[in-house]
């Protein structure tokens, strides 16, 4: 990307006009055209009231299908979800009791709690720079129906090699790999079919840069027969009550209604970050990560 390209794209953003700004890991920021589109949004639905809000619920499988396109998964097996710990606790609901569950130690609250309070039997891996190793060994000496984990460690940003879980899936097929990818998705290119991830749920309000109240769960179809999920509601048929019998999968993830503003956010910042470029986006944190542990150092 080029020093111009660069000085354009921090234009929309305020705060950069007054500091570095160096947390995004907790809180991506508003910017300008998304900060617009919120604003046109709004006047949308204060002059067409109903009539707009049931437009944009219609059209909320454009999201379904631009989530799927950005991280490469079919939509059919995109769930929409105001954020990941929602999802994850829906998801968990429906797992069945006697699962063996491997975890890291001091991994995000939302992702371990969900499975300390259900008292499923549970080991957990120390984080530490052998971390794959750990998890290896772990494996090795003990049978886990499944390994829960976050991409990016919270605490330290420790990121698992992707290519290690696609390893594991050879020598592990039955080890069911949920992932939670709030700090990771929007940072590198990403596909989710050719990864060893079997589940991927996120909140989008960090590198997708899409806000509050909005985010996903990816799912592979040879996982699904292993839950026997129970979340039901108007949302999981779009209101059409004959299909009360026939609810997919990602359908029972989503039984209420699903925000137009945060959702809508979502998919313009999706077609925003496409604009950028993922492979400029990855190129530019390698850099700066890479000049950040140089003057740290």
């Known amino acids: 990307m080029g020093t111009f390209k660069i000085q354009h794209l921090r234009e929309k953003f305020p705060v950069l006009q007054e500091s570095i700004y160096a947390d995004t890991a907790a809180t991506g920021l508003l910017y300008k055209d998304l900060f617009e589109w919120r604003r046109q949004h709004d006047v949308a639905y204060?002059?067409?009231?109903?009539?707009?809000?049931?437009?944009?619920?219609?059209?909320?499988?454009?999201?379904?299908?631009?989530?799927?396109?950005?991280?490469?998964?079919?939509?059919?097996?995109?769930?929409?979800?105001?954020?990941?710990?929602?999802?994850?606790?829906?998801?968990?609901?429906?797992?069945?009791?006697?699962?063996?569950?491997?975890?890291?130690?001091?991994?995000?609250?939302?992702?371990?709690?969900?499975?300390?309070?259900?008292?499923?039997?549970?080991?957990?891996?120390?984080?530490?720079?052998?971390?794959?190793?750990?998890?290896?060994?772990?494996?090795?000496?003990?049978?886990?129906?499944?390994?829960?984990?976050?991409?990016?460690?919270?605490?330290?940003?420790?990121?698992?090699?992707?290519?290690?879980?696609?390893?594991?899936?050879?020598?592990?097929?039955?080890?069911?790999?949920?992932?939670?990818?709030?700090?990771?998705?929007?940072?590198?290119?990403?596909?989710?079919?050719?990864?060893?991830?079997?589940?991927?749920?996120?909140?989008?309000?960090?590198?997708?840069?899409?806000?509050?109240?909005?985010?996903?769960?990816l799912v592979k179809d040879r996982v699904k027969k292993r839950f026997d999920l129970k979340a039901i509601g108007n949302g999981s048929v779009n209101g059409d009550m004959s299909k009360r019998n026939t609810i997919s999968f990602c359908k029972h993830l989503e039984p209420g209604h699903l925000d137009s503003f945060n959702f809508g956010s979502l998919l313009f910042s999706l077609h925003f970050l496409q604009s950028v470029g993922l492979e400029t986006i990855e190129k530019q944190l390698k850099l700066l990560s890479e000049k950040a542990i140089n003057i740290f150092s």
């Not at 939509?75 to 699962?99: C, D, M, R, Y």
């Not at 420790?158 to 929007?186: H, N, W, Y």
Request: aromatic letters at 12%.
């Open 46 to 217: 204060l002059v067409g009231g109903s009539t707009m809000k049931q437009k944009s619920f219609e059209d909320m499988s454009s999201v379904h299908e631009s989530v799927g396109d950005f991280l490469g998964c079919t939509k059919e097996n995109v769930s929409l979800t105001p954020n990941f710990t929602i999802a994850l606790n829906l998801l968990l609901e429906g797992l069945p009791k006697g699962q063996r569950v491997l975890l890291l130690q001091q991994d995000y609250p939302s992702l371990n709690w969900g499975f300390e309070t259900r008292n499923y039997d549970r080991a957990y891996v120390e984080i530490d720079y052998d971390l794959e190793e750990r998890i290896y060994q772990a494996l090795k000496k003990a049978h886990f129906d499944i390994l829960a984990l976050s991409l990016v460690q919270w605490t330290n940003g420790i990121k698992v090699d992707l290519d290690f879980l696609k390893r594991l899936k050879t020598e592990f097929p039955e080890l069911m790999i949920i992932a939670d990818g709030t700090q990771f998705c929007g940072t590198q290119r990403f596909n989710f079919e050719d990864s060893g991830i079997d589940i991927l749920g996120a909140s989008a309000y960090k590198w997708l840069l899409s806000g509050y109240g909005n985010g996903f769960l």
